[in-house]
């Protein structure tokens, strides 16, 4: 009698942050789902720094949670800290960023997915992907049991044939203490799929008891934190627990000099790239010789642990030059390791074999979600899994897929990057890398993607009815400061004191505080918009939704704009079976790229590399247009 009997609808390979969510979300759109992982103690682990969000970071998890994934709602239920980056720039910079209790979190993230109707679990290796005329029919195991599935999503993150160094030391593995997963890359490779290897590390753990922090620089969180979801399931933290901050030193560097010779990354073992944003300690003062000091963050592991992780000293030396290097910053003088740091590589495959559902072009019903697609960071990871776990189950359903464009959230720039320009080093999101954030900021995630989640089913109508609410009000608070006058009188002594331009005569609320030296709080002061405040119950979400509606709405009307006149370019589609090769004038390099990552817009082929302005004009012609 075999263990599985029925036919799954979607089946899920790997539990990290991708495949939690490709669950979560499949399930929850009625899909019968299971969740294949190694060890289902480790499911959601957080195998590098226990944090969540960050620069761009923070909007994908808010958007996320837009969406009805679970990040968001994880992470406020395991946060210690929350932070707003950024607050000293304008809002499409603001981001948010948690320090989680990684037990809890890993725990929450659990009982969750244990909570989600439709999803069953399996723990066994996936040693092969089962493929008929092209299209995927299951999984095979490891002890060899076929698992019949519609679609399969494939998140293995670091453990594809992963490697781990320690100095001159290697070993199989998918990370520390966890075994890699061997036969999945094989079997693509057989079916067309090309594939290369990308590294990682991660830095050592410490002892926190031996620390001393009355030498570092206390980093508390903020003093009114915020969350990341926008449902009401969670709560603000009302305490916290401190990060620190302390610095390498040129004695330091000198130590950590002399393991090079025994360092994977210098001495040929590692031939892959690792991230270029977040380096190795060693990586950092071979390329940055001229600066004497790194910022280390000392960052706690939980509520009640006293294990540490030593953010900024990502590295792959040997363990004894590591030790030696670590007791000569300040304040960890007396350090104690738990667990040297290590780097990994591991297999991946160049997005561009995917579509936007990140669907794979060579095979129907496979997917690919999170570092197996060449990306770094959870909320990354998270984020892919989600829009593959969605697109699975509408593609189920045979239904039309969800594909998020460029300017409707962080997750479609994402997704856009990776699928039209590949990557050849791991990809981490910036704000820089979308070119409409002033539309994508962290507080109107909801109002750009809650109403589409909903339609396919994952958006609760609570979710809406909440969203709704925010937005009616945030309008009417708008509308309010555009109907409304301010007197000279009133608004002259704040202005005066910002040193801009004082009023000659009554003008209207929303012209005034659009000045750009007003800020939330001079807004706040004047009286009418006090007793608007208090007549509406207004909370400070929608407050600052408000004023953030008036204070930029020249550069949100202008970006909106521009992405409209973008979005007539995605209307014109590209058929699927288009003869470049039929195009005489094109460049050999453009006609080679399209017939790689067959883009299926006009827009789409405009942002792949080697595509020049020119070769899209003549591409426009021969489509006639």
Not at 133 to 153: D, M
Not at 371 to 378: A, D, E, K, V, W
Not at 409 to 426: F, H, N, R, S
Not at 590 to 599: D, G
Request: aromatic residues 8%.
């Amino acid at each position: 009698m075999s263990l599985f009997q029925d036919k799954y609808d979607v089946v899920v390979v790997g539990a990290g942050h991708a495949g939690s969510e490709a669950a979560a979300a499949a399930a929850n759109m009625g899909m019968k789902t299971l969740l294949v992982t190694m060890s289902l103690q480790n499911i959601a682990q957080m195998s590098c720094n226990p944090a969540m969000g960050g620069i761009a970071k923070g909007q994908i998890v808010r958007e996320i949670d837009a969406l009805g994934g679970y990040s968001g709602i994880v992470s406020d239920n395991s946060a210690i800290q929350f932070k707003m980056l950024n607050v000293s720039k304008g809002p499409a910079m603001w981001s948010p960023r948690c320090q989680s209790d990684r037990m809890l979190f890993a725990e929450t993230w659990r009982l969750m997915l244990e909570g989600t109707p439709n999803l069953d679990f399996y723990q066994e290796m996936i040693s092969g992907i089962l493929i008929e005329n092209n299209k995927v029919v299951g999984v095979k195991t490891s002890l060899g049991i076929e698992i019949r599935s519609n679609t399969v999503i494939l998140t293995n993150g670091t453990f594809l044939n992963g490697l781990i160094h320690i100095g001159d030391k290697q070993f199989g593995g998918g990370r520390a203490g966890e075994s890699a997963s061997f036969g999945i890359t094989e079997d693509l490779i057989k079916v067309g799929f090309e594939s290369g290897r990308m590294k990682t590390g991660t830095p050592p753990r410490v002892d926190g008891r031996s620390l001393d922090y009355s030498k570092m620089d206390e980093q508390p969180g903020d003093i009114n934190p915020q969350k990341f979801s926008y449902s009401d399931v969670t709560k603000p933290l009302t305490k916290q627990r401190s990060c620190y901050m302390t610095y390498t030193s040129p004695e330091v560097h000198n130590l950590l000099r002399e393991g090079f010779d025994r360092s994977p990354m210098f001495n040929g073992r590692i031939k892959s790239l690792g991230p270029r944003y977040c380096p190795s300690i060693e990586d950092k003062i071979n390329r940055f010789a001229d600066k004497d000091r790194h910022q280390l963050f000392v960052e706690p592991e939980g509520w009640n642990t006293v294990e540490v992780y030593v953010n900024g000293f990502s590295t792959s030396l040997p363990e004894d030059v590591q030790f030696k290097a670590l007791r000569s910053v300040v304040g960890f003088e007396n350090v104690k390791f738990f667990r040297p740091g290590y780097a990994i590589e591991y297999d991946y495959f160049p997005p561009t074999q995917l579509k936007h559902t990140l669907e794979t072009k060579l095979v129907e019903g496979l997917y690919f979600a999170g570092q197996i697609n060449g990306t770094t960071g959870y909320e990354e990871a998270a984020a892919q899994g989600l829009m593959a776990g969605i697109n699975a189950a509408l593609k189920v359903q045979e239904k039309e897929p969800l594909i998020l464009k460029r300017n409707e959230a962080y997750i479609g720039v994402l997704i856009d990057d990776l699928i039209t320009k590949g990557t050849e080093e791991p990809y981490r999101m910036f704000t820089s890398r979308a070119e409409y954030r002033t539309l994508l900021r962290q507080d109107n995630a909801d109002f750009r993607l809650t109403p589409k989640a909903f339609e396919i089913g994952l958006a609760s109508e609570d979710r809406l009815k909440r969203m709704e609410y925010k937005k009616e009000s945030s309008d009417n608070f708008v509308q309010f400061f555009k109907e409304t006058s301010v007197q000279p009188k009133e608004a002259n002594p704040i202005l005066e004191e910002k040193g801009s331009e004082p009023m000659k005569q009554p003008d209207k609320m929303f012209k005034v505080f659009s000045r750009p030296q007003l800020e939330d709080n001079d807004i706040l002061q004047f009286s009418k918009v006090d007793a608007y405040i208090k007549e509406n119950s207004l909370d400070e979400e929608i407050i600052s939704q408000a004023i953030i509606q008036v204070k930029y709405s020249g550069y949100i009307e202008k970006e909106k704009n521009n992405a409209d006149k973008l979005n007539r370019l995605e209307d014109l589609i590209i058929p699927e079976n288009f003869d470049y090769n039929k195009i005489k004038s094109m460049s050999f390099e453009a006609k080679e790229k399209l017939k790689k990552i067959r883009p299926v817009t006009i827009s789409q082929a405009s942002r792949i590399s080697g595509v020049a302005p020119s070769d899209i004009s003549i591409l426009l012609i021969h489509m006639g247009r």
